[in-house]
Each structure stands twice: as C-alpha cells, then as structure tokens.
C-alpha cells in the first residue's frame, strides 16, 4: 500500500515540475513583476498552469506523509529520484518544453536506476516491505 502512495507523489510531483516549466514558459519573466502579477491576475493559461503545479506539490507531499507511514525512509526516499528520470523523459517528448537530449544526462539516467537497484533489490534474508 504504500508504495501506491509513493508511486502517486512521485506522479504527482513529476507532473508539478512539468506543469511549472510550461507555466514559465508561457508567463512573462519574474523580473518584471508587473507584468507578471498582472498575468497571474488576468487568469491566464500559464496562471493555471502554475496554480495546477503548487497544488500538485501540496497534493504530493500528502501522499508522501501517507507512503511514510508504510515504508521505512531508507526505501522510500530513494524512490524520489524516479521523478528525475519522469520528468526528463516527459520534457524530451512533450511539445512545448523543447528540451535537448544530451547522451551525459542518458549516463545520469541509466546510474540513478543503477542505484536504486542496489538500495531497493531484496538481499536474501532481509524482510522485505
């Protein structure tokens, strides 16, 4: 049950990240906060978008609380880093976000799997979760 309620915040927390890049994208810059309230105000599709990312973010976290009640830290938070691979793979595809693939950020890919294979693989004798 609980790594339903890691999976879900590690979804969740994906799809935030995603949606907060989109969001940047398409709400003028920061700098100029006129302008950028003034966006926020009027509603815009890249306010939704913002607004749907931080409460994704506040959604995640709770079902992170919730995963933490049936999965020790040690197993749990490694998982996280299965948002970075997520997050990469969707901002490659996804029109709009216009990210380059770049074959040192596949080599960072394919170690963070390598290590959450050594944190997560049952050890014989170990009592699994």
């Given at each position: 049950?609980?790594?339903l ?27 100029d906060?006129?302008a950028?309230?003034?966006?926020l105000?009027a ?11 931080l ?10 609380v919730?995963?933490l009640h049936y ?9 996280l880093?299965?948002?970075y ?14 990210e ?5 950020t ?7 799997v ?7 693989w ?7 979760e």
């Amino acid at each position: 049950m609980g790594y339903l309620w890691a999976a879900l915040s590690i979804l969740l927390v994906s799809a935030a990240q995603l949606s907060m890049k989109w969001a940047m994208l398409n709400l003028p810059p920061a700098s100029d906060l006129q302008a950028f309230f003034y966006a926020l105000m009027a509603v815009t599709p890249g306010a939704i978008a913002l607004l749907a990312g931080l409460s994704a973010y506040g959604f995640s976290m709770l079902c992170w609380v919730v995963a933490l009640h049936y999965i020790s830290l040690s197993r749990a938070y490694p998982l996280l880093s299965l948002s970075y691979i997520l997050v990469w793979l969707a901002a490659l595809f996804l029109p709009g976000l216009n990210e380059p693939f770049y074959w040192g950020t596949l080599g960072g890919v394919v170690l963070i799997v390598s290590g959450l294979l050594v944190i997560c693989w049952p050890e014989r004798g170990r009592k699994t979760e």
